[in-house]
Nanobody
Framework: QVQLVESGGGLVQAGGSLRLSCAAS????????MGWYRQAPGKQRDLVAI???????VYLDSVKGRFTISRDNAKNTVYLQMNSLKPEDTAVYYC?????????WGQGTQVTVSS
């Protein structure tokens, strides 16, 4: 059983930065495909960024150049560095791990960007 705990959300002004962390336990973290997703009120949950076990990354077009996903396998943690934040980035951000063909989700962390 994989468990994920996110942290690092909060309230920030437009143009500011936040770094989200997602600590994983259970399984073998090195083998997880890790991703960050977000869901704004009344909208579907969207992929923001993913990082493979080998370190390859994919980003949502609207966050390219502003957000960076990374992982520290020694700490079983994935990060999302968010710079130049915009009000439209406001959402609950969720961490997801894919392992052994199963998806595991964290509880989410709120990010609010004020204009």
């Amino acid at each position: 059983q994989v468990q994920l705990v996110e942290s690092g959300g909060g309230l920030v002004q437009a143009g500011g930065s936040l770094r989200l962390s997602c600590a994983a336990s259970g399984g073998t973290f090195n083998n997880y495909l890790m991703g960050w997703y977000r869901q704004a009120p009344g909208k579907q949950r969207d992929l923001v960024a993913i990082i493979t076990s080998g370190g390859s990354t994919v980003y949502l077009d609207s966050v390219k150049g502003r957000f960076t996903i990374s992982r520290d396998n020694a700490k079983n943690t994935v990060y999302l560095q968010m710079n130049s934040l915009k009000p439209e980035d406001t959402a609950v951000y969720y961490c997801k791990a894919r392992y052994m063909s199963k998806d595991y989700w964290g509880q989410g962390t709120q990010v609010t960007v004020s204009s």
